[in-house]
């Protein structure tokens, strides 16, 4: 591995994890489509702010588009107060016009400078290792991977310091408001750090990357906890995975990092929601299989003991019988029959089906239960 | 290049046909979009439809516009299936599934087009137009492709239009009466899919939503009926398509799909302000007349208190007075003036006193509000 391969995958890991802690909040406020918002509407700050400094290293980028960041949140809420539209339209709208003018702007009067419209949608991650932070002639190290860093603190601080706050505005905003939280200035806080850290990795890894990386960890380590720090650490460890398995698919290939690294966070949800022990479509399926099979020897015990002493009894319990009875096909009678002997609640004489004694307890059970 | 050469110019006449045929299928269809809250769908939709043409075009090396869009549709409608079942089957909520869809299909595309343009065969160049779009590199085919693939939306739109109808604002209901309310679910998905991808070459995946949107919303404002909204959110829809893309064709760096977005928006914000009934401007003079008619009625009735006190004698009462009973709502003198006009009161020097006809109205005004 080279330094500039190294210093690739430190600036990536560290935006996956800057993105994946407020992301984790995006995830659960159902807000994710803010990220998109935000992430598309910073440029016009950006572009904005460049002509009055005219120098795209200077903080006053930053501040700007992290203002332009809120500025959208508190738009869409204003056109979506005005009652005319519903929030989604407001949102499906305002975004991209400011979207728009911000690349109108760039096109038109940036020339060939290091802003263009394929750096805003891909970021230029290859290109970070080789941007430097010197401070007093020493070269101290790449100066993405300070920016994310800082992003990384930054809100790591915030989700320290207002935790209880969160956590509670989160979970019960009702409970949140009424005990006097102010849950207009922890939406905003938390809106201010998602345009920070949409800022900083905007450079990095362009727009479309800062959605994937904020929402697609997070939600694939909702699907595998019900805990909130564990929640946070899984998204980060997600993003982090993402960051580095990217990089190296994207040597392979010699495609677009932003691109593979987005798509591994769809791969690793796409495995979580299909495996998920607890929550995943396999885990699902088979819970639904084995379910339907604890019903159905239910019934079938039920059933046995019903017509155990009677005189139908050899006509009621053999075995082709089941299919008349329960409308069941011959491979999941069997199925169930040998569930039924495995759990020694029955046994098999020829054709016939004999109940045993815990067959009796089970089926005594259900029925009492019934 | 001049504008008005949209009727002379062969590639401008092309053009403007092309993006006037794309408002009318995505404003009419949008309607419905916007009607069941699924804006913010378009925006996953389109998205999800770039690794669709990159495959088409890996698979088949052909640049044909059926082969890309159908593979755009195909793309589109999977990431739209995508996020219903993540809704269905987890506690992950639309938006994030939305947000997820976006993003990662997005990613994908682009490292196919990444990959794409380091093929060595010479005819890779081009794909790219389809982030921000490029109305310019329109031609007679493709403007065919977005008829063979639009037309026939809006003609189902028509023969289902009562069971669109009901899909949109009374799911339950529709169901009651017997109508495969599921299956015409399926069916308006797969037209929003159409209508986004005939717009990908003009308008571009990445801002394509807005031009489902957009013109919906302006026509919302003008309209209460389905009918009425899906014409005018067609006609917004060409206008600023047409509008916008004959702007970008004619200037140098003008990006299509931006241009059209900005067009539409100014459309979107001026009926939320000067629609009639809806519009924030109506609003306003509306409030403003209302608390006024309040206004003046609250001081005759004031006057009419103070001569009750008075045992019904004439007596000037001074502006102060009533501004003081007037609890700091203001509009006191214009109220008077007004009263004064209708001839239900008069000045004196003292200050001001009912006439009988205004006497008259504050005793109907007071029978009134017992009743």
């Given amino acids: 591995m080279t330094p500039q391969q190294f210093d690739i995958q430190l600036i990536a890991s560290l935006s996956a994890v800057a993105c994946a802690l407020p992301g984790v909040f995006l995830v659960l406020r159902r807000m994710a489509m803010m990220s998109d918002a935000i992430s598309h509407a910073i440029l016009v700050g950006i572009v904005l702010a460049f002509f009055a400094v005219k120098d795209l290293s200077s903080p006053i980028l930053l501040i700007a588009a992290a203002a332009t960041g809120v500025l959208t ?39 060939n400078i290091h802003l263009d419209t394929d750096s805003v949608l891909l970021g230029e991650l290859a290109l970070a290792p080789f941007d430097r932070l010197v401070i007093g002639g020493h070269d101290i190290g790449p100066l993405g991977a300070y920016t994310m860093g800082g992003a990384v603190l930054l809100n790591l601080a915030f989700i320290i310091l207002f935790y ?92 677009s990092i932003a691109g593979t690294m987005a798509s591994w966070t769809g791969i690793i949800f796409l495995l979580v929601f299909l495996f998920a022990p607890d929550r995943g479509i396999v885990a699902m399926v088979l819970r639904r299989h084995r379910q339907r099979g604890d019903f159905a020897l239910r019934m079938l015990v039920v059933h046995l003991l019903q017509h155990e002493n009677e005189p139908n009894a050899l006509d009621e319990c053999r075995i082709d019988h089941l299919q008349d009875h329960f409308r069941w096909d011959q491979v999941f009678a069997g199925r169930i029959i040998k569930l039924g002997k495995r759990r020694g609640v029955l046994s098999t004489a020829g054709d016939k089906l004999v109940l045993q004694q815990d067959g009796r307890v089970l089926a005594q059970r259900a029925v009492s239960e019934s | 290049m001049n504008p008005l050469d949209i009727f002379t110019d062969y590639t401008l006449r092309t053009v403007s046909l092309g993006a006037a045929l794309l408002g009318i299928v995505s404003g009419g269809l949008g309607s419905f979009a916007l009607l069941r809250k699924q804006s913010l769908m378009g925006d996953a939709m389109s998205h999800a439809a770039l690794p669709g043409i990159a495959l088409a075009f890996l698979f088949t090396g052909s640049k044909a516009p059926l082969v890309l869009l159908l593979g755009a549709a195909i793309a589109g409608w999977l990431g739209t299936w995508f996020v219903m079942q993540v809704i269905r089957k987890t506690r992950v909520s639309q938006d994030s599934a939305m947000g997820i869809v976006l993003s990662v299909f997005f990613g994908l595309g682009l490292v196919l087009l990444t990959f794409i343009q380091k093929l060595p065969t010479a005819s890779q160049a081009g794909l790219d137009k389809f982030l921000f779009g490029q109305a310019a590199t329109l031609m007679e085919k493709d ?51 159409v209508a986004i991808v005939i717009g990908l070459q003009t308008v571009g995946v990445v ?50 799909g931006p241009t059209i977005v900005v067009v539409l928006s100014v459309v979107v914000f001026g009926s939320m302000i000067f629609a ?60 008077l003036r007004e009263l004064e006009e209708r001839k239900w009161v008069t000045q004196l020097p003292g200050g001001w006193v009912l006439t009988t006809a205004g006497e008259l109205q504050a005793q109907q005004h007071a029978g009134e509000e017992k009743s």
């Fill in chain 2, 143 to 193: 403007v065919i492709t977005m008829a063979v693939l639009g037309l026939p939306a809006l003609l189902l739109m028509g023969v289902f239009w009562k069971e669109l109808k009901l899909l949109s604002f009374d799911r339950e209901y529709g169901d009651t009466l017997g109508f495969a309310m599921q299956k015409m679910d399926l069916l308006l998905t797969a037209m929003l899919v």
């Fill in chain 2, 276 to 335: 009639p009934r809806r519009g924030l401007l109506f609003n306003y003079v509306r409030s403003r007349r209302n608390s006024q008619r309040l206004q003046v009625r609250a001081v005759l009735e004031d006057l009419y208190m103070l001569s009750l006190q008075h045992a019904g004698e004439k007596r000037p009462h001074p502006v102060q007075t009533l501004r003081a009973m007037s609890w700091g709502h203001g509009g006191v003198e214009r109220s």
């Fill in chain 1, 164 to 255: 209880k706050e969160l956590k509670l505005s989160t979970f019960d905003p009702g409970l949140a408001a009424a005990i006097g939280f102010s849950p207009a200035l922890l939406h905003y806080s938390h809106m201010a750090l998602v345009s920070v850290t949409a800022v900083g990795a905007f450079d990095v890894v362009g727009s479309i990357l800062v959605v994937a990386l904020m929402v697609a960890p997070p939600a694939s380590a909702y699907l595998l906890t019900d805990r909130l720090p564990v929640m946070i650490l899984l998204a980060s460890l997600f993003g982090i995975a993402s960051a580095i398995l990217g990089f190296w698919t994207a040597v392979v290939l010699d495609a």
């Fill in chain 2, 207 to 256: 801002l394509m939503s807005a031009m489902v949107v957009a013109p919906a919303a302006a026509a919302r404002q003008w309209t209460d009926r389905m009918g009425g909204m899906v014409v005018l959110a067609s006609l917004f829809g060409a206008i600023s398509g047409v509008s916008g893309a004959v702007l970008s064709a004619t200037m140098e760096n003008l990006p299509t």
């Fill in chain 1, 73 to 111: 949140v508190a738009l869409v809420e204003m056109v979506s107060r005005t009652k005319l539209l519903k929030e989604d339209a407001s949102m499906g709208i305002v975004f991209p016009v400011l979207f728009s003018i911000g690349v109108i702007l760039i096109s038109r009067y940036s020339g």
